[in-house]
Every structure is written in C-alpha cells, then in structure tokens.
C-alpha cells in the first residue's frame, strides 16, 4: 500500500538557518505529493503540492521538488523564522480520485532566536 | 469565509463510558473526513461522507465508533464504549468535492482523554 516516510524530530534552528525535512514516499502509480504545517494550536493546513514528477511546489519561502527516480518530496526553506516553528507533515494522495490522504508521522521544527 | 469548526476541543472521559465530536464542514463543501491523530503519528483516515453518503470507513473500528452525516453538512462521531487506545486527536476535514480530495481544510481537532 501507499506510503509516507518522513525524518524523525524533533529539528532545532537558529533563525535563518537553512533547513531540509526529507519525506520518501512508496506508492503505485503517479501520486500528489503534499506538505501540510500544523501551527500550535491549529489545524492542519496545506503549505505546498505537487501534481506529477519534477513539478516544485513553493508558498511562504518554502519549496520542495517531486522526484520520481529517487521518490522524494523534500522540504526547504533557505532562511527560517521563529514563526516557522510548527509540525510538518508530508502526504501522498492516488493519482486516481477519490482516495485518501496518507500521512508520514510528522517532524516537529523548532526555531529559536 | 469561515473555516472547519468542531466541538468540543477538549474531552477527559473514563474507559467505557461514550463521547460524541460535531463537526461543521466549510459552507458548500461536499466531501467531509474524519481523521484519527495518535500522538507521534500522522493522521489516519477513519471515515469519508460524500454529501450523507459514507464512501470510505474501511479504516473505522465499527465495533465502538459510529459516524453519521445527516443531510449532507454536520457530522458527529461517536465512540462507544471508550478504550484507553482511543485517546488522540480527531481531526476533521472537508473539501469542496471528491476530485479535490486532496486540498483538505481542517479544523482545529477535538483532544480525547481517556483514562
């Protein structure tokens, strides 16, 4: 079956440190990839997507390329703020519709000033 | 426009006795999903309305939880009798129609407790 691995936290950064949170991903076919934040005390929210191979995925400074050879979405942000301090999960979707998100476990970031 | 909302946010209940989540999607959202948080996990899908119409509950422990989507907006989950494995965060999600299933809105989540 379909899923996610993620790099295990919790990450700690100074502010404007350069970070990476590496997702891989099994699944059949040619999923979306995405990468949601959830802030504390919020609900889950989608920061970036990507549809098929080789499309990058950006929003707030953040990016992340799907790769198929290496079945990668790996998330980067050049400069990270304190308000960047939340958990990041990496999800996979079908490329068929109608079928559920898959989850990796999550990593928590913190940023400190 | 107003987001997922679901009560209560939190709940301390004692094993076996039962709970019940509402959750009120997006205004016009079709598609709403129930999520199960596990403290240290991702989310894990239990259940899938289209409009009141369940579409995936493969993953629901039928034996204790029930959902239900009366008219196609508001839902409720409930969990009965409670386990001590039950305690996480039940997320809720919509999204404007299964072909978008994957741009979800989430609410907040309904911390469970069960001791």
């Known amino acids: 079956g379909n899923s996610v691995t993620q790099m295990e936290g919790p990450v700690t950064l100074s502010e404007e440190a350069f970070l990476t949170i590496n997702c891989t991903y099994t699944?059949?076919?040619?999923?979306?990839l995405f990468w949601y934040v959830q802030y504390p005390g919020e609900g889950l929210q989608l920061l970036l997507k990507a549809t098929k191979a080789d499309d990058k995925g950006s929003n707030k400074g953040f990016e992340a390329t799907y790769r198929k050879e290496t079945t990668s979405f790996h998330l980067e942000k050049g400069s990270v703020q304190v308000s960047d301090s939340a958990v990041y999960f990496c999800?996979?979707?079908?490329?068929?519709?109608?079928?559920?998100?898959?989850f990796g476990k999550g990593t928590r970031l913190s940023v400190i000033a | 426009e107003a987001g997922v909302a679901q009560s209560p946010r939190y709940k301390i209940i004692e094993k076996r006795q039962s709970v019940a989540f509402w959750c009120n999607p997006i205004?016009?959202?079709?598609?709403l999903y129930w999520y199960q948080q596990i403290l240290g996990q991702g989310p894990k899908l239990l259940i899938q309305f289209q409009n009141n119409g369940v579409v995936d509950d493969s993953q629901l422990p039928k034996d204790r939880f029930s959902a239900e989507r009366l008219k196609g907006v508001d839902s409720t989950l409930k969990i009965q009798p409670a386990k001590l494995e039950d305690s996480a965060v039940y997320l809720c999600?919509?999204?404007?129609?299964?072909?978008?299933?994957?741009?979800?809105?989430f609410g907040p989540g309904t911390r469970l407790t069960v001791t």
């Open positions: 699944a059949t076919g040619y999923p979306s």
């Open positions: 205004s016009g959202h079709a598609t």
């Open positions: 999800a996979l979707s079908s490329s068929s519709g109608n079928t559920p998100l898959v």
């Open positions: 999600a919509s999204s404007l129609d299964w072909e978008t299933s994957y741009e979800q809105y």
